[in-house]
């Protein structure tokens, strides 16, 4: 059956230890092609801009990223129509950005940030030469055949691809097989 | 039924064989639990997981196709370990030795390579069912609908026979009758042998009376059962007796009957073909002529529950402009071809029937309306006569009195499965569905529960082996059709054989069933027959297929889907 | 303390008479006066079958729900004990629903509200125990088998105290030995 | 004002018994609740609930059917709203004509196990028997 729901990427904060590993991964898997970020030292040639954030308080450290919700807040700000969903995941259009911000003030989880937008390791300018800002936050590696790196790469597997309805049915036989104990009640 | 539906739930034992309750009658299937709940004992028989195997003291999940080659074990065992009541065979019943001969040949050991059930399993079954009492057989469709299914009925009896499980409370035998007047059409005497209240055509004393009541002359040559009609249009063997002419009153053969391909080819073919009925259904696209009648809730009269339960039913609204009632038609047919028929409401009708058939003569408008109803045979008009609860109480109906044994051996369905089609089909019913559908499909609840193209259970091991997923669009198909479903991979059905529901057009299994017919009930073989699947690469086609012809088959029914938006992506 | 509804698999038979039910109830219109199309099909239970099992599945009522603390725009709350969504400030956002264990929330669309890229509006669904109905959870009433029952925390507690009751006669029964039983 | 019905479920053998409340101005049933019959003892299934959508032909699935129809030009022609007398007399004349050439074992009937119930089935039995002459008569108990 045709995928129902939008998949997400959740964290553990139990297994959690805040390495920041994964924002390293989302990091260079997004700027690879258009900016030549390598895995070996010296070819970071652009600022770190992750599109996940590891957290930490007092208590707990765990990386927040978009949910790809279904009546997502963001795509229903965004005037411009930058933001569609492709096969139910929530995808910014970074080129069609105008950087007017609605998506970050609408988004309640705080995981769309605005950055200078860059390629072959330069800024891009405007026509004005002010530098080229765009929104932008979690794809789920759209595309990746592994899927999201930050799940691949974490090494305390802290980090979940999550398919709400698979894992729901999962979690319902469970439950139901539970009641089978209860039934005594 | 011999028995009483409230009966169930006071059974010692319930042998639950071929009959899926919690589907066909969610209710009956409360009395089973219920007695489950008061202690009873439980055998369930049947190929896959149903809700009374999930309850079930003992499930023989046997191999689809084996029913008499494991009742003939289950008597064997009764028989060779002396369970039974020597009384109750000596003084009222018949043909023992020669039934005993039978099942002899049918020990545990031979019978378990067919039915795949452990010999020990088998022994288990029988001697619970033959020492706990009362114990009571529920039957259905898992029995009727196969080559072999009067021979099983039979056979089942004889197991009843054997433990003196008859004419006492909560014990017999039960077919529990499917539709909600299919029970009062057969005791109306809408069957090719009877008439009504079950008086044989072709015993003369009971023509005459019906022909002195009718006033004509009547035929004493067995008629025609409908499972034969399309063979009779399409090939007959003597053209003499080909079918030119087919009055379809309130059904659908093109969606019910087995390989529709042949049915609908057969209704193209028929000189005339007259359709009466609520609704347009599948064979009205090949009726000449079509007559809408009243729906329920718009006339009265009475109907045959399961359990020979005559229950009134009533009118409580005004039918639409330009509808008559079903009686009302044909009466002006008939006056109109010759011969007058002409009754005011349906009492008249009613008490015509009741003064022909002793066994009905006693369940008046009056008593039905003040008990509620009453099961017959009910002789006596008199208030005091309250009906049958259950049957052959002290006697059998046979004119000695007696029941008869009968057995006979074991033949394998017709269509075996082989390599080029190596499933077994099973078919049965959607438990939010009804039948054809024309009712229940035009319920936006019970559609949005479930709605085409259906689904298709299919073990886990053969969705590996073919690499399917829950919830894909697979192709089905037979040497007489194909369909496609939706997958569903549950391990309630066994590897190897799958099953589906016959409510749906997309998914419509009896493109695939087998017209295979019991040689004496001519009740197709629709629990069994061999199939392949063919797995569907481009799902998206398959999705967008179902949308576009479900809506291509209701426009051809008259629906305006002119506002339904563009198939689905 | 919360109540929830507790299915039972032995009385069960799987024939999701309380799902549809539970849709209807939630419409807040009779059977008969139901508008065809302006509702949607969205019960806040699901039936499970397994080989062995046929139950439906429904919201526990946490005392400490994992869908209250996940949910971004608070709107799961716990009043008179039950525990329900106020949708409207709802996302969709799916954290409840990956929050909770029993997978008792699904996400539901709302007839006739839409996106602006076309998608109707999908926000979290799950038991309310009809709090806005009377007479009750709606599944427990249609229930043919009366496989349904509204469970306080009361009556898991006097069921609790019977059991240590009938463990420490046991006990007791045990350590005497043969003797006490032929008293 | 509405009138309170006890009568049976149209849909499966088991022969529940309902009670509905009828408002006869409005020609429609407004409430369908479980009655204790003998069968059902105050229960009902989902489609004893909830099965009642068809009485108002919402025509989801099919169409009710609303006036007597002809395929005047064959059988591919399209069927034609006719009135109750023409649709008569062409059925009883068609059958008359099919009884006179082939013989009235030419001619097979069903009755229905459905929605008309008993004195429907009997009166169909009683036109095959009586009025045409043959004993083609059979319903869906065959299959």
């Known amino acids: 059956m045709a995928k129902q729901l939008g998949a997400f990427v959740v964290g553990d904060s139990d297994k959690c230890t805040g390495c920041k590993a994964c924002e390293l991964a989302c990091f260079t898997v997004h700027n690879q092609k258009s900016n030549g970020v390598g895995r070996t030292v010296g070819t970071v040639s652009v600022p770190v801009m992750p599109r996940l954030f590891l957290v930490k308080g007092e208590t707990f450290s765990v990386p927040v990223q978009c949910k790809h919700c279904e009546d997502a807040p963001c795509l229903n700000a965004c005037t411009k129509k930058a933001i569609s969903r492709v096969d139910n995941q929530v995808i910014i259009d970074e080129k069609k950005c105008m950087g007017c911000k609605d998506c970050m003030m609408a988004c309640p989880f705080g995981v769309i940030m605005l950055a200078q937008v860059y390629d072959r390791g330069k800024v891009l300018r405007q026509t004005t030469g002010e530098a080229v800002k765009g929104a932008f936050k979690c794809d789920l590696c759209a595309g990746r055949e592994a899927g999201p790196a930050c799940v691949e790469v974490c090494p305390h597997q802290a980090l979940r691809y999550v398919d709400p309805v698979e894992e729901r049915k999962e979690k319902m036989r469970r439950a139901a097989e539970t009641l089978a104990i209860t039934k005594t009640l | ?274 359709l009466q009925d609520i609704f347009m259904n599948r064979a009205g696209q090949y009726a000449d002529v079509v007559l809408p009648s009243t729906s329920w809730g718009e006339h009265e009269g009475v109907y045959s529950c399961c359990d020979r339960g005559f229950q009134r039913f009533h009118k409580m609204i005004e039918p639409p402009e330009g509808v008559k009632v079903d009686w009302q038609i044909i009466s002006e047919i008939s006056t109109a071809m010759g011969y007058p028929m002409h009754y005011n409401n349906t009492q008249e009708i009613w008490d015509e029937m009741r003064r022909l058939c002793p066994s009905f003569a006693g369940a008046t408008y009056e008593k039905l309306e003040a008990t509620g109803g009453v099961q017959w045979p009910c002789r006596s008009e008199d208030m005091s006569d309250k009906g049958t609860v259950y049957l052959h109480k002290g006697k059998f109906s046979n004119p000695d009195g007696k029941g008869r044994f009968y057995a006979t051996d074991w033949r394998p369905p017709q269509e075996l499965t082989d390599t080029e089609y190596p499933l077994i089909l099973n078919t049965g019913r959607e438990v939010g569905h009804y039948s054809a559908r024309t009712m229940t499909g035009n319920c936006r609840l019970l559609r949005s529960l479930e709605d085409e193209p259906g689904w298709v259970q299919i073990n886990p091991e053969d969705c590996l082996e073919y690499g399917l997923e829950h919830g894909d669009l697979v192709r089905l198909e037979s040497r007489r059709g194909w369909c496609l479903s939706r997958v569903s991979c549950t391990d309630r059905t066994s590897p190897g054989a799958v099953f589906m529901t016959y409510q749906w057009w997309i998914g419509a299994c009896n493109m695939l069933t087998n017209p295979n017919l019991d040689p004496v009930s001519n009740t197709p073989e629709y629990k069994y027959c061999s199939v392949r699947i063919e797995c569907i690469e481009d799902q998206a086609w398959a999705e967008n297929y179902v949308v576009t012809e479900y809506r291509r088959l209701r426009e051809s029914m008259g629906i305006d889907v002119s506002g339904e938006e563009a198939a689905v992506q | 303390m919360n109540a929830f509804v507790k299915g039972n698999p032995d009385l069960c038979m799987g024939c999701r008479t309380c799902m549809v039910a539970c849709v209807v109830s939630h419409t807040g219109r009779h059977i008969f006066e139901l508008d065809p199309d302006d509702y949607t099909f969205n019960p806040k239970l699901h039936m499970v079958k397994t080989r062995a099992i046929s139950v439906p599945v429904q919201c526990k009522h946490c005392e400490n729900p994992a869908c209250m603390a996940a949910c971004p725009q608070k709107c799961i709350h716990m009043e008179d004990g039950t525990v329900f969504i106020d949708t409207e400030n709802c996302i969709g956002c799916k954290a409840c629903m990956e929050a909770c264990p029993v997978g008792a929330i699904d996400m539901a669309p709302v007839s006739g509200v839409y996106q602006p890229d076309g998608k109707e509006r999908y926000v979290a669904n799950k038991c309310d125990l009809c709090r806005e109905q009377s007479g009750g959870p709606a599944c427990i009433r249609v229930c043919p088998t009366e496989a349904l029952k509204l469970v306080s925390y009361e009556e898991i507690a006097d069921t609790a105290q019977e059991r240590r009751l009938a463990a420490a006669k046991a006990n007791a029964d045990g350590s005497l030995g043969a003797a006490a039983q032929a008293k | 004002m509405t009138k309170q019905v006890e009568s049976i479920c149209p849909y499966c053998g088991a022969g529940c018994h309902i009670m509905f409340s009828v408002d006869e101005a409005a020609n429609k049933i407004v409430d369908a609740v479980p009655a204790k019959g003998r069968t059902n003892d105050g229960t009902l299934c989902l489609k004893g609930h909830y099965g009642w959508d068809f009485l108002n032909d919402p025509q989801i699935l099919t169409k009710r059917l609303r006036h007597p129809m002809i395929r005047k030009g064959g059988k591919e022609s399209p069927l034609e709203e006719v009135g109750w007398d023409e649709a008569i007399h062409f059925v009883a004349g068609r059958l008359t004509e099919i009884k006179n050439t082939y013989g009235p074992d030419a001619i097979m009937g069903t009755a229905s196990a459905r929605g008309p119930g008993n004195e429907a089935a009997y009166v169909m039995q009683k036109f095959m028997r009586a009025c045409v002459g043959t004993n083609n008569i059979d319903h869906c108990a065959r299959i």
């Not at chain 2, 028995?3 to 059974?11: C, K, P, T, Y």
């Not at chain 2, 009959?19 to 299937?29: K, T």
């Not at chain 2, 060779?80 to 020597?86: A, I, K, P, Q």
């Not at chain 2, 007959?236 to 080909?242: A, N, T, V």
Request: hydrophobic share 40%; charged share 25%; glycine share 8%.
């Open chain 2, 1 to 274: 039924m011999t028995m009483g539906v409230q009966e169930i739930e006071d059974a010692g034992l319930i042998l639950n064989f071929g009959y899926n309750g919690a589907d066909s009658h969610p209710i009956v299937q409360r009395r089973i639990i219920r007695a489950r709940q008061k202690g009873a004992k439980i055998i369930c028989v049947d190929p896959r997981v149903i809700e009374s195997a999930r309850i079930a003291d003992i499930h023989l999940q046997l191999k689809g196709g084996t029913n008499l080659a494991l009742v003939n074990a289950l008597c064997n065992v009764i028989y060779t370990e002396g369970l039974m009541d020597e009384k109750f065979i000596r003084e009222k019943t018949t043909d023992f030795d020669e039934f005993v001969e039978v099942i002899k040949k049918y020990t545990p050991e031979d019978v378990s390579p067919i039915c795949r059930i452990s010999p020990e399993d088998i022994r288990k079954a029988a001697r619970l069912y033959a020492t706990t009492k009362p114990a009571m057989i529920l039957y259905g469709m898992g029995v009727c609908q196969f080559g072999q299914a009067v021979d099983v009925v039979k056979t089942l009896a004889d197991m009843a026979l054997m433990t003196g499980n008859f004419g006492k409370p909560a014990t017999g035998i039960g077919p529990v009758r499917g539709q909600n007047n299919v029970q009062g059409a057969c005791d109306m005497g809408a069957l090719p042998n009877n008439y009504p209240g079950y008086q044989s055509i072709t015993d003369d004393a009971v023509r005459e009376k019906f022909e002195k009541a009718w006033g004509v002359p009547l035929s004493n040559k067995v008629g025609l059962p409908l499972t034969h009609v399309p063979r009779r249009v399409l090939r007959p063997e003597d053209p003499s007796k080909q079918i030119h002419a087919y009055y379809i009153f309130g059904e659908d053969p093109a969606q019910t009957d087995p390989d529709i391909n042949e049915v609908r080819e057969a209704l193209e073919k028929c000189d005339l073909v007259i």
